[in-house]
């Protein structure tokens, strides 16, 4: 495995290995890896000839007071897991070397991006101006033929294939399924925060993900169901930031099924750490809609 930090390395790299003539896998991450990121990384191992891990911290899609200096990394570790899976090049640039003096050209997509957490009493749209335009970057560096990201930031999968689609991008998304503890907690680089109660609390999050899920398929109204999650997180100490069902492709407000797959998306603070999770659920035909 080759570790490189600047573009012009990562080109030499590629052309080394044989790229463009070679099917080539994106999995871009903010490292301090967990089993999440490997399932993505044993994708694109699976997948392709050439798999491009990378790994960069990106601050522009962290918010004034977010946990950019504390954000945990270790390279060395992220390095050897990478490694082991089958990881072909890593691509670990410095803050310059993706944003030089000067840099001034964003990508922005509209509208799906003021939803959730980008709403202003959340994120706010500029943690999606931040992913867009370091994943366009990214895509122009690699210059992928495939791209993985995980359905844990489901909203970051629907910005980004609507990006691609817009902007004629040559790319084919790869959607993974959330990976999760066994206690049913979504895998994330921020549980590393989590203190021992505030642990065992953040479970109730995947079990009123898990509860709206069987209370629709037993024909309960997406309201009630929801209603039920929020009692779930309430009975744990846990007010969300946001708990709401959507369109899950274009994200609009959802009331019920309707035919169409709905998106139950939470974030909520737990202690000092903010968690996001969320279930997809396909449309329920015997469900009662109010
Ligand atoms: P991050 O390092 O948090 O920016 O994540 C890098 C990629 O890993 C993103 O596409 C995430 O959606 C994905 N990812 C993070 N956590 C999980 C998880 N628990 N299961 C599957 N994919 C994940």
Redesign the pocket.
């Known amino acids: 495995m080759r570790v490189t930090r600047t573009k012009a390395d990562l080109r030499a790299a590629l052309r080394e290995l044989g790229s463009p003539d070679r099917i080539v896998g994106l999995?871009?991450?903010?490292?301090?890896l967990?089993?999440?990121?490997v399932?993505?990384l044993e994708a694109s191992v699976e997948r392709c000839d050439i798999s491009v891990m990378s790994l960069f911290v990106n601050p522009t899609q962290f918010g004034v007071g977010e946990d950019l200096e504390n954000y945990p990394r270790d390279e060395a570790r992220d390095l050897a897991v990478a490694e082991e899976t089958g990881v072909d090049l890593v691509y670990t640039p410095e803050l310059e070397e993706v944003y030089p003096e000067g840099f001034c050209t964003y990508v922005e997509v509209e509208g799906i991006t003021d939803v959730l957490c980008g709403a202003q009493s959340s994120r706010g749209r500029d943690h999606f101006r931040g992913v867009t335009t370091v994943v366009t970057k990214l895509l122009n560096t690699v210059k992928p033929d495939l791209a993985?990201?995980?359905?844990?930031?489901a909203q970051?999968?629907i910005v980004v294939e609507r990006m691609c689609r817009d902007l004629d991008l040559d790319v084919q998304l790869v959607a993974?399924?959330?990976?999760?503890e066994a206690d049913g907690l979504?895998?994330?680089?921020r549980n590393a925060y989590l203190e021992a109660a505030d642990r065992d609390r953040a479970t109730a999050i995947s079990r009123a993900l898990s509860g709206v899920e069987r209370a629709a398929a037993e024909g309960t109204s997406l309201k009630e169901s929801i209603q039920l999650a929020y009692a779930t997180l309430a009975e744990a100490g846990i007010e969300p930031e946001y708990l709401e069902a959507r369109d899950g492709e274009r994200l609009s407000p959802s009331t019920g099924f309707n035919g169409r797959p709905v998106l139950v998306a939470v974030a909520a603070p737990v202690g000092s750490t903010r968690l996001i999770d969320n279930v997809l659920i396909e449309p329920q035909p015997q469900t009662k809609e109010v």
């Open positions: 999995v871009p991450t903010m490292g301090y967990h089993a999440g990121h399932s993505l993985f990201f995980g359905r844990k930031d970051q999968v993974m399924p959330t990976v999760r979504a895998m994330s680089s």
